[in-house]
Nanobody, 122 residues
Framework: QVQLVESGGGLVQAGGSLRLSCAAS????????MGWFRQAPGKEREFVAA????????YYADFVKGRFTIARDNAKNTVYLQMNSLKPEDTAVYYC???????????????WGQGTQVTVSS
């Protein structure tokens, strides 16, 4: 079992930045691809970004390209999501996930964190 804990969410003004972190338990973190998803109240969960097991491949949803960056540090068992130029429509609960292969499909991931709230004000 892999346990994931997100942190770094909060309240920020439009145009500002936040960096989310996801800490993984265990010694097998480097075996997994990692993804970030988000969900706003009353909306379906949507893909944000993913990264391969060694960080060599990154994959982004079109609406965050040029603004968000996903990265990982396997020595620290941590994946990050750097969010710049934030917009009010980015407001959501953000979840990190772990799976055997990076993908935009949430069904391809095996483990999920509890989520962290991001609120962007105008």
């Amino acid at each position: 079992q892999v346990q994931l804990v997100e942190s770094g969410g909060g309240l920020v003004q439009a145009g500002g930045s936040l960096r989310l972190s996801c800490a993984a338990s265990g010694r097998t973190f480097s075996m997994y691809a990692m993804g970030w998803f988000r969900q706003a109240p009353g909306k379906e969960r949507e893909f944000v970004a993913a990264i391969s097991w060694n960080g060599g491949i990154t994959y982004y949803a079109d609406f965050v390209k040029g603004r968000f960056t996903i990265a990982r540090d396997n020595a620290k068992n941590t994946v990050y999501l750097q969010m710049n130029s934030l917009k009010p429509e980015d407001t959501a609960v953000y979840y990190c996930s772990a799976g055997g292969t990076y993908s935009s499909d949430s069904r391809r991931y095996d483990y999920w964190g509890q989520g962290t709230q991001v609120t962007v004000s105008s």
